[in-house]
């Protein structure tokens, strides 16, 4: 199975500030990531795929960059809505695993 | 609009079984591939199965090959976790979620609301 790895675990940010997660495949994965933000008590929601497509309603605050092994969100004015948990997930061979999270929460 | 609804968690004794239900609404069903995906209390998103539009491609996270069975009915617009042999640590939140296939994967696009599985004496 391919590992995922998220870093950091955590993170304190602030209103308006860049934020960068970065999440790092045990082999190569071409450009099959995804990734996913989570609030506590619901279900995960897809912001970006295929390293950098925006899905559709997305804000643009968000993208997503980076091919093979080494990935990264980026968000680049935090808003209030943005804490949350956030995951990766490589599509390029089953399981389709995730990487273990990153929770973003406010200074 | 997409719907999916999950259904069929509560508490079982180890070693018991549970079929949990995904049924969709808002789009046509049988054109999509779809996926079980859990959360045990406070952890991560653990991938646990996927099935083909036609159900002809079936996977698992090896782990659970043997214990679980995924399966759909497109005439219902339902999708099927058999769940056996259940553990302690199967504990989790199940969530349905609809596959987009593409040439950079798949991802997953739309979630069911999660139904809770509690293995416990």
């Known amino acids: 199975d391919i590992q995922m790895t998220q870093s950091p675990s955590s993170l304190s940010a602030s209103i308006g500030d860049r934020v960068t997660i970065t999440c790092r495949a045990s082999?190569?994965?071409?450009?099959?990531l995804n990734w996913y933000q989570q609030k506590p008590g619901k279900a995960p929601k897809i912001l970006i795929y295929?390293?950098?497509s925006l899905q559709t309603g997305v804000p643009s605050r968000f993208s997503g960059s980076g091919s093979g092994t080494d990935f990264t969100l980026t968000i680049s004015s935090l808003q209030p809505e943005d804490f949350a948990t956030y995951y990766c997930?490589?599509?390029?061979?089953?399981?389709?695993?995730f990487g273990q999270g990153t929770k973003l929460q406010i200074k | 609009e997409v719907h999916l609804v999950e259904s069929g968690g509560g508490l079982v004794k180890p070693g018991g079984s549970l079929r949990l239900s995904c049924a969709a609404s808002?789009?046509?069903?049988?054109?999509?591939?779809m996926n079980w995906v859990r959360q045990a209390p406070g952890k991560g998103l653990e991938w646990v199965s996927s099935i083909s539009s036609s159900s002809r491609y079936i996977y698992y996270t090896d782990s659970l090959k043997g214990r679980f069975t995924i399966s759909r009915d497109n005439a219902k617009n339902t999708l099927y976790l058999q769940m056996n042999s259940l553990r302690a640590e199967d504990t989790a939140v199940y969530f349905c979620?609809?596959?987009?296939?593409?040439?950079?994967?798949?991802?997953?696009?739309?979630w069911g609301q999660g139904t809770l599985v509690t293995v416990s004496s």
């Open positions: 979620a609809r596959i987009v296939s593409g040439a950079w994967g798949e991802f997953l696009d739309s």
């Open positions: 295929g390293a950098s």
């Open positions: 997930q490589q599509s390029y061979s089953t399981p389709n695993t």
């Open positions: 808002g789009f046509t069903f049988d054109t999509f591939g």
């Open positions: 082999q190569t994965i071409s450009n099959c």
